[in-house]
């Protein structure tokens, strides 16, 4: 380490925000990501108010530990395909990131979905991104104080609406809008839906790239996942410099230019404030808004588009054509991630499909091992818990088998068949007998619990003393 | 209350805590500014001749979550106990939250209760509601001995018989709920030594029709007169006033087989059942009392165990 030189400044380690006033742009990609907005807002929004057989088709009832999704009921015995569901989600985000960047962040991360639709409003009523700009500008004013008071009070409206949404989710919706609207909320009701009012907020209306940057994980390790064939939105330094600005008809070869004409629309539109010119950066959320600002200035030039498009470093550097970066998306890491995700997704598939609707847990009594009867015949009593996940009632039999040595097994318990309420869980005292003259010590023996349709076994142990 | 042997051990902890979070602070604020080179871009460090560590600064609002994360700190420190034996300006103790916990649980579940001890037990037996808390109940606080089945084990009566140690009557199951058992059988062995305790082990087996022994069963039945039937009674039959068993049936809480009795007999039995007023309350007590009394008089029962359940 060198020896400090002494004329040094002093200065804060923290880094004072710069506040971005993104330009508002149109194009194939913003059509894109609005697209996605209304598709991922228009299922957030409307899925909860969905009813599936007399009940809300999705559902988590944490307090009674059952989820509802459409026809399926799951358990926390079914914590599995939580597991799965995550592994999915992770696997995808590999994949769509090895071949396209940072796609999840630019257009169906809610941070980047509820970002756009605050600034949407903030636009409507505060106007363009200079507007904006000058309004903050400006010292305090009747117009000013009217104008983001109006803006809080949209924001803060969606902001109660997402969250009451969301809320819907863990407690049936039609039932929260009620007491919303009698202002009978319970105290956790009203804690949670002003918490993700609140997140909602501050993240889309105060914090927006700031979480991008600073507190989003998966903003970061993403890098990791990209390599040389991954697209991603690239300023072409080849065919824009040397960048400056020209008269419309000049012609550039004879200034000695490149395409860029240093119009700096693609900085104006970032909503992170990077200039993408300088190469691939940490801060980029792949939004491709300066796709669609390039561009337009690109047509108004007429000049051909592209100067900032998806691209590999790869066909950067070797001029490949859109075939050929095509052609590279078929590489080992992309077909590994694919077939995984695949052979994941299809072994979910077939475990939902083959799920079996009843579960039995077999518990055996601990305070009493067992027991001597009339007829010297030994006597072990297990409870089974029955589980039925389905919303209609079952029957079911129940019937043990053992080893040869505990001769043949009775099962004693109420009259069967026995039924079962829909989505309970119902507690079956069984007695099992063994046979006079059995071995002492411990025998591997099994309960099946039939159903009309399904054969589940469960295995436990029989003692004799 | 204090868990320290002297007074000084609390201050120590208030110090060392308050200590901690000054120097919290007073860190903060020092390590937030640096000289730097005269290139803002670049921080001071230079290694190996040319390598520069560009400067990348954290946003400035990280450390004001710094300082709040303090400020809560002291808030805590001032509402809760934390400081030595400070006990918090809200007064705050586990204990008072648990019993505000169960205040809240009583006033919701308080009025089911109280519903269910207006009636008999008798005829709660046959009530679905009070049947299934019953059951939950059980299965939580009384099959641990009694087994899931209520079937009993070596030593744990069966409830499901019609047969009792202290009578089956329902204010009497619900008595010895309430208020335990305590079933004392004395010693034997030193009174009639070895020969004579197994003549009365015979004796006892001859009562209930069992194999034994004619010569020892005889003799037996002398020191049977002279010890026993002060609480089994003449006849072997028992007696519920104090819990002494039937010894003419074939119930057996711990075993009719020879062995077993000569150790019954010579060692004598303490048996315990614990008094669960104070645990569960009466209204609880009193659903489990109409739960094991349905147990051993299915036709009391039929209301409450329609198929379904």
């Known amino acids: 380490m060198s020896a400090f030189d002494g004329d040094g400044l002093e200065q804060s380690l923290y880094e004072v925000r710069r506040k971005i006033y993104p330009r508002a742009v149109h194009g194939s990609f913003a059509r894109w990501r609005w697209s996605l907005v209304f598709a991922t807002q228009l299922v957030f929004y409307g899925t909860a108010w969905l009813q599936w057989n007399g009940r809300q088709a999705l559902l988590f009832d944490l307090t009674a530990r059952k989820f509802y999704i459409f026809g399926l009921v799951f358990w926390p015995q079914d914590i599995v395909y939580l597991t799965v569901l995550l592994v999915v989600s992770a696997l995808s985000l590999f994949l769509f990131t090895a071949i396209a960047g940072r796609l999840w962040c630019g257009y169906a991360c809610p941070q980047t979905v509820y970002t756009e639709i605050f600034m949407w409003i903030e636009r409507a009523i505060e106007g363009d991104h200079l507007s904006r700009a000058k309004l903050d500008r400006s010292g305090a004013s009747g117009r000013k104080v009217a104008l983001k008071a109006a803006k809080h009070a949209a924001w803060v409206a969606f902001a109660l609406w997402t969250g009451f949404t969301f809320v819907g989710y863990f407690t049936p919706i039609r039932t929260l809008a009620s007491s919303v609207a009698s202002f009978s909320l319970g105290p956790w009701e009203t804690f949670w839906l002003l918490f993700y009012s609140f997140a909602t907020y501050g993240n889309a209306g105060w914090m927006r790239e700031q979480v991008c940057k600073y507190m989003c994980p998966y903003a970061r390790f993403q890098s990791a996942m990209f390599d040389r064939d991954t697209l991603i939105i690239t300023y072409d330094p080849g065919r824009g410099e040397p960048r400056g600005a020209r008269a419309r008809k000049a012609d550039p070869k004879a200034l000695g230019l490149g395409d860029c004409v240093d119009c700096n629309i693609c900085v104006q539109v970032c909503p992170t404030g990077i200039d993408i010119r300088k190469g691939l950066q940490y801060e980029c959320i792949g939004c491709a808004a300066c796709i669609d600002g390039c561009d337009q200035v690109m047509a108004k030039m007429n000049y051909a588009p592209g100067l900032i498009r998806y691209s590999t470093e790869n066909a950067m550097q070797n001029g490949w054509d859109w075939k050929q970066v095509v052609r590279r998306v078929r590489r080992p890491r992309v077909l590994v991630y694919t077939s995984i995700l695949a052979a994941i997704v299809v072994a979910a598939g077939v475990a939902l499909a083959l799920r079996s609707p009843v579960k039995m847990d077999v518990i055996r009594d601990r305070g009493t091992l067992a027991r001597e009867v009339e007829g010297g015949r030994i006597e072990n009593v297990y409870r089974l818990q029955v589980m039925n996940t389905l919303e209609t009632p079952q029957r079911f039999t129940l019937s043990v088998h053992g080893p040869a040595a505990l001769g043949e097994l009775e099962l004693l318990t109420e009259a069967q068949p026995m039924q079962i309420a829909p989505v309970t869980t119902l507690a079956v005292a069984v007695r099992v007998r063994a046979a006079p003259g059995a071995p002492r010590g411990l025998q591997p023996i099994e309960f099946t619990l039939s159903t009309p349709e399904s054969r589940i076994v469960e295995k436990s142990r029989f003692i004799v003393p | ?309």
């Open chain 2, 1 to 309: 209350m204090s868990d320290f042997t002297s007074g000084f051990w609390s201050l120590y902890v208030a110090g060392v805590t308050l200590v901690g979070i000054v120097a919290c602070a007073l860190l903060l604020m020092s390590m937030s500014k640096r000289r730097v080179s005269t290139d803002p871009e670049k921080t001071a460090h230079v290694w190996d001749e040319d390598l520069a560590e560009y400067n990348n600064p954290l946003p400035r609002w990280w450390i004001y979550l710094f300082w709040i994360t303090i400020a809560f700190g002291l808030a805590y420190l001032v509402l809760y106990p934390g400081m030595g034996t400070w006990a918090g300006a809200w007064q705050w103790t586990s204990t008072g939250q648990y019993q505000d916990e169960m205040r809240a649980a009583e006033k919701v579940y308080g009025p089911i209760y109280q519903k269910f001890s207006a009636v008999d037990v008798k005829t709660l037996a046959s009530d679905p509601q009070a049947h299934a808390a019953g059951e939950k109940l059980f299965l939580n606080y009384c099959s641990q001995c009694h087994a899931s089945d209520a079937r009993g084990g070596k030593g744990f009566p069966n409830l499901t018989d019609d047969d009792w140690l202290y009578g089956g009557a329902p204010e009497t199951v619900e008595q010895t709920i309430l208020n335990g058992r305590n079933g004392v059988m004395p010693a034997w062995g030193p009174v009639l030594k070895d020969e004579g305790v197994k003549d009365v082990a015979n004796y006892v087996r001859s009562l209930s029709g069992l194999s034994n022994d004619a010569a020892r069963a005889e003799r037996g039945k002398a020191s049977f007169a002279t010890y026993c039937v002060a609480c089994h009674g003449a006849d072997g039959k028992g007696n519920q006033a104090v819990g002494a068993p039937n010894l003419t049936d074939a119930t057996w809480l711990y075993g009719s087989s020879e062995a077993t009795l000569v150790e019954t007999i010579s060692k004598g039995r303490n048996n315990k059942m614990p008094a669960w007023k104070d645990m569960l309350g009466e209204a609880r007590v009193h659903v489990l009392a109409s739960y094991v009394y349905s147990l051993s008089h299915p036709e009391a029962a039929r209301g409450a165990t329609a198929p379904g359940k």
